[in-house]
DNA sequence: ATATAGTGGTTTCAAATTGCAACCGCTTTT
DNA sequence: AAAAGCGGTTGCAATTTGAAACCACTATAT
């Protein structure tokens, strides 16, 4: 993933740090479709290939974006987190997902309850994402 | 600028409107820092090279983003100016910069009243900006 | 204990994208 | 008539991406 040097500009700080292809569709995964394997990040409807998934990941945790840990039911198994840098992308991400509702005809509208609470209460659906990985 | 498949996903759907290296760097300069003109984008301090800012003009017009108009006082001149799709857009970006300024330590926050408005009023900051191309 | 499947990747290599630099045709200014 | 401004295009090398095969280790089933 290509780099700018350093910037005084926060909207450019944002695109080396999360702005890529893939990054936001890795964070949406962990976020809104709780997965944390990286088994599971390879079967999205998306279909990143594994080794930019193994990059992007690597990525990420050195932006401080993700964690890292073992997952103590499984020696071979690692479990990827949100951090706190990613829990406050949160309102950015909410607002992006409300405007790709408005202009996209495609958008799956109906399924699921994280859409219908996108429209309803997406302050509430913060709070629930929040506290999902505060516990 | 590669595209992936229609999606039923607001935030691919994004990402595959605006979400590549240039494109809100492009936005950033025409919403905030009042450019319209091709030279003019070339001369931030990003230095977006010529061919991708004319392939990324391009995409952003198709994707219903930008409009380019003849400029009157100079035949030889091109305007480019935002959609209301665009200035819907305005939200995301503004908690983009929010997110920005929070986590980048070489965020310039004192010059401009830009950045002074985003902390203190940005409902503010988006409505001034709205108004100036509603005019 | 032995084979099978699951886990998180790495390697290889072709294709696509990017980025730099030079150049171009037209228009406006001097 | 010359020079500078305008919005680009062209050519090409370097980087990035993406698909597929492969791998080492761990866990599970027989």
Redesign the interface.
Known sequence: M?K?S??????????D?F???WS??IL?DILLFNKSHFREFLVS??KIASNILSARLETLIDNGLLTKEADMNNKSAAIYKPTN?TL??L???L??????????P???RKSGPIMHLLLTDPEGLRTSVVSKFKA
Do not use: Q
């Open positions: 290509k700018r350093p910037t005084i500009c926060p909207i450019v700080f944002s695109l740090t702005g890529d292809t936001l569709v949406r409807k998306e840098k406050e992308l309102p950015m991400i607002e992006m997902m409300k405007w790709g509702v408005r202009y996209n495609d958008t799956d």
